[in-house]
């Protein structure tokens, strides 16, 4: 994930001190109840697509810019699926962070999927059941992402489910 030149900003002030910041996960599916994923540069993983808001930036912005700038694909933010405080995180340059993830479902509306920055090696559309093997993180979110409960929340009462 590039870093947002705030954040660059900031560390040059505060160093590797913890960060707190606002990341925004996006679950998003086509017309034919595929999701699109993208497969990462920092880890060649294949993972829903997010990123970090800029200041003032409202989630649903973050993750419509952050769809069209990773995957072309143009998108309709839906609903907020869950709201998580990750766990802290050490980079391997000593920047500390943590992110309090918003995920929202998402549509597509236009565009046509293909790599279109640097953070991403491959993107694609998936049929629910021919996913690339994912990370625990992902998977609960495309399952949240097709439930049409109400969105989840940490440390209210139920767990996530693992699928």
């Known amino acids: 994930m590039a870093t947002p030149d705030f954040i660059r900003d900031l560390r040059a002030s505060i160093g590797h001190q913890m960060l707190w910041l606002p990341g925004v996960s996006a679950v998003v599916f086509d017309d034919e109840g595929r999701v699109l994923l993208g497969r990462r540069v920092d880890t060649?993983?294949?993972a829903?697509?997010?990123g970090i808001s800029e200041p003032g930036e409202q989630p649903a912005q973050t993750a419509a810019r952050?769809?069209?700038?990773?995957?072309?694909v143009r998108v309709v933010p839906e609903r907020v699926v869950l709201v998580e405080a990750m766990q802290p995180i050490t980079y391997p340059n000593g920047d500390r962070c943590q992110f309090m993830d918003v995920t929202l479902r998402c549509r597509a509306i236009g565009g046509e999927a293909a790599v279109n920055d640097d953070e991403s090696l491959a993107v694609g559309w998936f049929a629910m059941d021919a996913l690339p093997e994912l990370d625990e993180y992902a998977l609960t979110r495309i399952k949240r992402a097709q439930e049409a409960g109400p969105a989840w929340f940490q440390g209210m009462g139920e767990e996530p489910a693992t699928p």
């Open 66 to 72: 952050e769809v069209f700038e990773e995957t072309a």
């Open 48 to 50: 829903v697509i997010g």
């Open 44 to 46: 060649g993983k294949w």
